[in-house]
């Protein structure tokens, strides 16, 4: 569920017209839900309800501070892949025992910054990385909170660029040699064991994956006790998917998954923490955009629009499917024609859909891509030298703007000319 709808014939956020945030700020532009994002935001913590748990909000996924500020009043904590995530985390208020410290790659410097500010734990994914905080911790004088990934080789049965536990993936060591390195963890100077982690992949549409992984994980958590380690916590992740496609798929409740949780793992007292982005964000966000052209081509019509690839980059990267709207509501029983709905970038790749039905449009009307807010202002670039996208925070019959959009000349102000120049 979300809270863009057609009221009076205009598509809605919350209780303000998009075509009003069009003419106050331009296109294209990011809105956001503040009731969509509470509310998915609740669903997860109501379903582990009852349990020791934590949900901590994947800022991956959508990482603007007002958001992350929205979500840590409501209790989640975070789980940050780099030092900028977690120096935004902490700018949002968020305090280090919130905050969950995941990545293959996380250097020296960030360790230290996260031990210096503060940190619930590091998802630890190598051995090498285990024994540079090791080093870290020792050389602050702290003891640094971990849990080791472990890779389960679980085929999550989603899109390969998103896989995350398939023993040919990056992430985290093999589930077979768990044992021996909590043994080496156990021994190193300055980490404290507190518990097991695992992440499967993202945009997983059914539950079996994640049951035959936390069934893993329970075995270990059990094999590691018998060794002596103190199993507290089991980070399970997140990757439950969102219903992008007009299909009749449609990905499980919270509900369900957490029932799946205590199903699982229930039984071994531990505290659970997982790691949900999209389902949170994805459907919370639409990005608004503007037709330029409607252009007739050989056998085909196109929709150039001012939104482009560099801001929305998941139809290019992924072959991701976005329902495309217009923004005012087509009458009933409106005939539809099919549209190539495509950039303005310098790149082929720069389509967002092809042949896709739509009402007949017209140069300047509105449309709104759905289930924009995971994924989407996060990876945006300026590529062709085009500013980022603002992003605006709806709340009821309010609006702001909680990232503006620069303009030109800030953006060139950022580049430097050599003393030779």
């Not at 590691?224 to 798929?249: C, F, K, M, Q, W």
Request: aromatic share 6%.
């Amino acid at each position: 569920m979300d809270h863009f709808q057609y009221r009076n014939g205009r598509l809605m956020a919350e209780d303000v017209a998009l075509e009003d945030i069009a003419a106050a700020v331009g296109t294209p532009a990011y809105v956001y839900s503040t009731a969509t994002l509470l509310r998915h935001f609740k669903l997860f913590d109501e379903a582990l309800s009852g349990m020791p748990h934590m949900v901590c909000f994947a800022m991956k996924s959508l990482s603007n501070i007002a958001i992350l500020k929205l979500l840590a009043a409501e209790g989640a904590g975070m789980d940050v892949v780099s030092g900028g995530e977690y120096a935004r985390a902490r700018a949002a208020g968020v305090p280090g025992d919130r905050i969950v410290f995941s990545g293959v790659g996380k250097t020296r410097e960030e360790m230290r910054m996260a031990l210096e500010g503060g940190i619930r734990q590091f998802n630890v994914e190598s051995e090498p990385e285990m024994r540079a905080l090791s080093e870290v911790a020792v050389s602050l004088g702290q003891v640094a909170p971990i849990t080791v990934r472990v890779n389960p080789d679980v085929d999550a049965r989603t899109h390969a660029k998103i896989a995350t536990g398939k023993s040919e993936n990056k992430f985290g060591i093999p589930i077979a040699r768990a044992r021996e390195v909590y043994a080496e963890a156990a021994a190193l100077p300055g980490l404290k064991v507190v518990g097991i982690d695992v992440h499967i992949g993202s945009q997983l549409t059914e539950l079996a994956p994640f049951e035959a992984a936390y069934r893993k994980v329970a075995d270990l958590t059990e094999a590691l006790r018998a060794d002596g380690h103190v199993i507290e916590r089991l980070d399970l992740g997140g990757g439950l998917g969102i219903p992008y496609t007009r299909s009749n798929e449609v990905p499980p409740l919270p509900t369900d998954y957490g029932a799946l949780i205590r199903r699982t793992v229930g039984h071994l007292g531990c505290e659970v923490e997982i790691e949900p982005g999209r389902l949170i964000s994805g459907n919370a966000g639409i990005l608004l955009s503007r037709v330029i052209y409607v252009k007739n081509g050989e056998g085909r019509d196109f929709l150039i629009l001012d939104g482009a690839m560099n801001d929305l980059i998941r139809p290019a990267m992924y072959d991701a499917w976005h329902d495309i709207v217009p923004v005012r509501e087509p009458g009933a029983g409106a005939e539809t024609r099919p549209y190539d709905i495509v950039g303005p970038i310098c790149e082929s790749g720069d389509t967002f859909a092809k042949g896709r039905e739509m009402p007949a449009m017209a140069e300047g009307d509105l449309v709104a891509f759905r289930s924009a807010g995971a994924y989407g202002a996060v990876m945006a670039s300026e590529y062709n030298s085009r500013a980022l996208v603002p992003e605006l925070l709806v709340h009821g019959d309010q609006f702001a703007v909680i990232r503006a959009r620069p303009t030109f000349d800030e953006m060139i102000a950022r580049d430097t000319l050599p003393p030779w120049l």
